[in-house]
């Protein structure tokens, strides 16, 4: 693993596999955050590191790891499309600091809500990169904001590092 790379070992279906994690971010270069404070109206505030990691497991390139880490622990999914099996890490409830369980897709109660992204889903190709296929449509870019109520920040501690780390959670 690269410097500021992350690796672990993970049980999946009775097998060990190492996942080796890089920091990785979906923001914008230019990302800006801003705070609403109280008499002051909106304030430009520090961007917090990021906290969102992406993978593979070591042994199976067809995989796909987003973790996200935090004080409470790792929280991520792995997916292999290959198999179509897929797994989600958390911290283990009413457990210690450290300890965290693995999840297959079909352990996870359902509370019948839906992703909106379909199974099928791919990552986009990235122009000139090994994935790009030829003929493939060209990346589109988006800009989005996202806006958290003050009830939110108060469930994250007061916190607007906190806050920040919750919404990108994985």
């Known amino acids: 693993v690269g410097p500021g790379g992350i690796a672990f070992s993970v049980r999946l279906d009775g097998r060990d596999r190492e996942v080796r994690l ?8 230019d990302m800006v955050l801003l705070v609403a ?10 961007v917090p590191v ?19 880490i935090g004080d409470g622990g ?3 999914v792995i ?31 359902s509370v019948g809500l839906n992703c909106g992204v379909s199974p099928s889903w791919a990552p986009a190709p990235v122009a000139g990169s090994v994935n790009a296929m030829a003929g493939s449509a060209p990346m589109q870019l988006a800009e989005i904001a996202i806006d958290s109520d003050h ?20």
């Open 22 to 29: 890089e920091r990785y971010s979906l923001r914008a270069p």
């Open 37 to 46: 404070m109280e008499g002051q109206g909106v304030q430009r505030a520090p």
């Open 50 to 68: 990021s906290r969102t990691w992406r993978a593979s497991l070591r042994d199976i390139s067809s995989s796909v790891v987003a973790a996200s």
């Open 74 to 76: 790792v929280h991520a």
């Open 79 to 109: 997916s292999d499309p290959v198999t179509e099996s897929h797994w989600q890490i958390e911290p283990a409830p009413d457990s210690g600091a450290g300890v965290h369980r693995i999840l297959r897709e079909d352990e996870i109660a």
């Open 151 to 170: 009830e939110y920040y108060l469930q994250n501690g007061g916190s607007v590092t906190e806050t920040v780390a919750q919404i990108e959670r994985v």
